[in-house]
C-alpha cells in the first residue's frame, strides 16, 4: 500500500523519508513527479532528504517547514493537501535556489533595490497607521531598511501589524506580506509564485524580481510546464 511506504527516491540521491503519516488523499510520488518535472534541478541540488513527520525544529520556532542543514522538515500535521505540501516545498527549495545561485541572482544589486524601495513604502504607509515606538521591542525605519531575516521584526509584522493591515494598505507592495520579512524571503516568495502560478502577478507586482527568476529558468536544463 502507499501509504505504508516510508521511503520515496526523488532525484540525486535524495529521498522523501514520512517518518509520520501524511492525510491518506496526499499521493506523495504525485507531488514528486510534478516537482521533478516543472522545477530546475538547482532548487534541490546537494539537498539530503526531506522529513514529514513532527520535529522541535518547527515545533520551537512555530513553523510548518524549513529548510536546515541540506535537508528539508514538514509538519506532517500541518499540511492537508498536496497543494499544501507543494506550497511548501516549493517555498524551501526556493531558499536552496537562492543558496546554489546568490551571486547570480543578487550580484547587481537590482532585486534588493527593489526591495528595498517597497520597504521605505512599507515604513511610510504604516507609520500613518500606528505608532512604531509603543512596539516591544521598539521598531524603527533602521528595522525596515536592513534585508537580512531578525525575528522581532518578523514578529512585529506578523503580530503588531498583522497581515491582513500590510494587504489593505499596501495591496500592490508584496505578492504576499511575509515578503517584507527580509530580502531572502522577498525571492523565495516570488520563486513559489513564479513556479506555483506562472508569474503573472508576480510579474506586475516585482518585475524586477520577475525577470530575475525568469532569465535563470530559461538558463536551466529541465522542461517548464505550459503556463498557457
Known amino acids: 500500500m502507499l501509504s505504508e511506504k516510508k521511503r520515496f527516491y526523488f532525484n540525486r540521491g535524495i529521498e ?3 517518518k509520520e ?3 491518506k488523499d496526499i499521493d506523495i ?3 514528486m513527479a510534478l516537482l521533478r518535472s516543472n522545477l530546475p534541478v538547482s532548487s534541490y541540488e546537494g539537498l539530503n532528504n526531506i522529513y514529514f513527520g513532527t520535529f522541535d525544529i518547527l515545533t520551537k520556532r512555530k513553523l510548518t517547514a524549513l529548510h536546515h542543514n541540506d535537508n528539508i522538515y514538514i ?3 500541518k499540511v492537508s493537501g498536496e497543494r499544501d505540501v507543494l506550497d511548501d516545498l516549493i517555498h524551501e527549495f526556493a ?7 546568490t551571486q547570480e541572482i543578487y550580484e547587481d544589486g537590482r532585486i534588493i533595490q527593489e526591495y528595498l524601495g517597497k520597504m521605505n513604502r512599507l515604513h511610510d504607509l504604516l507609520t500613518q497607521e ?11 525605519y533602521f528595522d525596515f531598511i536592513n534585508t537580512e531575516f531578525d525575528a522581532d521584526f518578523d514578529k512585529f ?5 498583522g497581515y491582513d493591515l ?4 499596501a495591496p500592490t507592495l508584496f505578492i504576499r506580506p511575509y515578503a517584507a520579512t527580509s530580502v531572502r524571503e522577498y525571492f523565495a516568495t516570488g520563486f513559489e509564485e513564479y513556479y506555483l502560478k506562472g508569474g503573472r502577478g508576480l510579474k506586475s507586482i516585482s518585475p524586477i524580481l520577475y525577470d530575475r527568476i525568469d532569465a535563470l529558468d530559461r538558463n536551466t536544463n529541465f522542461n517548464l510546464r505550459d503556463r498557457t
Do not use: C, G, Q
Request: charged residues 25%; negative net charge.
Open 29 to 31: 510520488e504525485k507531488v
Open 21 to 23: 503519516p501524511l492525510p
Open 16 to 18: 522523501f523519508v514520512i
Open 166 to 169: 500590510i494587504r489593505n494598505i
Open 75 to 77: 509538519d506532517s500535521a
Open 95 to 101: 531558499h536552496r535556489f537562492e543558496e546554489n545561485n
Open 130 to 140: 500606528i505608532d512604531l515606538t509603543s512596539t516591544s521591542p521598539e521598531i524603527n
Open 157 to 161: 509584522l506578523l503580530n503588531d501589524v
